[in-house]
């Protein structure tokens, strides 16, 4: 009788959970640097920020530029639907032609579904992190700066969760930051090559939030952040649910789970 093993041996659970302590330590630092400059970047960066007509003419200006437009659309997430689509049909085609997929699903547990799996991580990763952005924005109840300075204050928060009744002009998390992040983490995952890509054109899309007022700078920070931890826990359920093997696998002969490897070096 087979016994399933856990994807990954416990010495490298034990590495892996004091990797996430340290990551998530250097990220509450960030988060408080990001708070303490949330001024600054909001008089250097936002257009909105010499205030009265001068700042709409210069939002839609800004808001009429194609570069404008393509860095803004990687937090738009029909974007990254094309691009999951675009991940099942390629990954469809070659499992039809007999060549293994770049994922390789765990025969027990996904079959003849290989063409899914990059599509479905991408699509897992986006949504969930664009939900849980929209969802603690309405928890937090933190306005957007336009609304916030307008009021004479520079922070200005809502009762708690009264979000949840009326959602407008709240900005943190920034969502299309999370978007962009999550699909660039998925990417790096999925499409290792295009890594450097990818990220610049996650940290273009939350310049466009600076840029255009929409959001502080701990807006999109506090985006990047979760995109990464909802990006991990779905990189995690991915594994475990094919065996341990790695999302770039790219033959059956690599296919082997981290624990079975790790089991026959211990063996040696």
Known sequence: MTTLQPPY???LTRRSRERTIRIVLWWLIGFVVALAWD??????????????????????????RDWYRLLRITGYLPTWFCVATIFFLT?????????????????????????LRRAALLL?????????????KL??????PGASIGSGLWYDFRLPLSGLLTGADLGFPSSHAAVAFA?????????????????????GCAYTRLAAGAHFLSDVYAAAGLSYAVCAWFRRLDARNNA???????????????????????HQ
């Open 124 to 136: 897992l990763c986006t949504i969930g992190s664009g939900a849980a952005a929209e969802l603690i």
């Open 91 to 115: 990954d469809r085609a070659r499992a039809s032609r007999g060549l293994p997929p770049p994922l390789l699903p765990h025969a027990d547990t996904w079959p003849n579904r290989a063409g």
């Open 9 to 11: 041996p416990d010495h």
């Open 244 to 266: 341990g093997t790695h999302p770039l696998l790219t033959s059956h002969a690599d296919a082997r789970p981290a624990n079975q490897s790790f089991t026959a070096h211990h």
């Open 183 to 203: 699909a660039a983490f998925a990417m790096t995952t999925l499409l290792r090559p295009a890594r450097p890509v990818v990220l610049a054109l996650a940290i």
């Open 39 to 64: 001024k600054a970047a909001y008089n250097a960066l936002a257009v909105t920020a010499v205030g009265g007509e001068a700042a709409h003419h210069a939002k839609a200006s800004l808001e009429a």
């Open 139 to 144: 928890i937090i109840g933190r306005v957007r």
